[in-house]
C-alpha cells in the first residue's frame, strides 16, 4: 500500500468495543512488562556471573506482542509452542516466575524438562505450553498438525506459534 492510499482506507471501530483500555488492565499489562523485564535483566546477570542461563536471547523490543500473545492464550484450554525469545509470553500465558528461573539455573523442577535441556526453552505441558527445538521454525510443524486436529474435531482451541 503506497503513503497516498492511506488516507483512502476507512477505520471504523466496531460498536461495541471500548473507547478507552481500563487503568486497571493497564496497570497489569505494565506489570508483566515489567516483571519480565526484571527476570530478563537477572539472566543477564547469571549468565555473566557464570550461575546459571546458558543461553539467554531477551525479548526486549518485543514487549508489547508477547504480552497480547500471553494473555490472549487460554491455559488448559489452547496450545503454545514458543521459542527461546518468548519469556514474556510464556510468563504472561501462566508459567511463573518462580518455573523461568529455575529454567535458567536448571534445576530439577524445572517445568521444561526438570533441568535437562539449554535454559530460555519454556514449557508447562499441564497448561498447554509445549517444549520446543532450539531450531526455530521446527515447532511449526506440530503446531500445524496440532491445528488440523482442532479444526478437524471442532474443538474450542486455538494453536499459537512463534518463532
Known amino acids: 500500500m503506497l503513503a497516498n492510499d492511506i488516507a483512502a482506507v476507512s477505520y471504523k471501530p466496531l460498536a461495541d468495543a471500548p473507547k478507552t483500555v481500563p487503568i486497571e488492565k493497564q496497570l497489569e499489562w505494565y506489570r508483566l512488562i515489567h516483571l519480565g523485564r526484571m527476570l530478563d535483566d537477572k539472566a543477564r546477570n547469571y549468565l555473566r556471573q557464570a550461575k546459571g542461563w546458558s543461553y539467554h536471547a531477551s525479548h526486549a523490543g518485543h514487549d508489547g506482542i508477547q504480552v497480547a500473545l500471553g494473555l490472549a492464550f487460554r491455559p488448559n484450554k489452547d496450545y503454545l509452542f514458543p521459542y527461546y525469545r ?29 533441568g535437562r535441556h539449554m535454559s530460555n526453552h519454556f514449557a ?24 488440523r486436529a482442532v479444526k478437524y474435531y471442532d474443538a474450542d482451541s486455538i494453536v499459537f506459534s512463534s518463532q
Request: a negative charge.
Open 86 to 114: 518468548d519469556m514474556l509470553t510464556c510468563l504472561a500465558g501462566g508459567i511463573t516466575p518462580y518455573e523461568i528461573i529455575l529454567n535458567g539455573l536448571s534445576k530439577a523442577g524445572d517445568t521444561a524438562s526438570g
Open 124 to 147: 508447562k505441558i499441564s497448561i498447554g505450553i509445549w517444549n520446543v527445538s532450539s531450531c526455530t521454525g521446527n515447532h511449526a510443524q506440530h503446531a500445524a498438525g496440532l491445528g
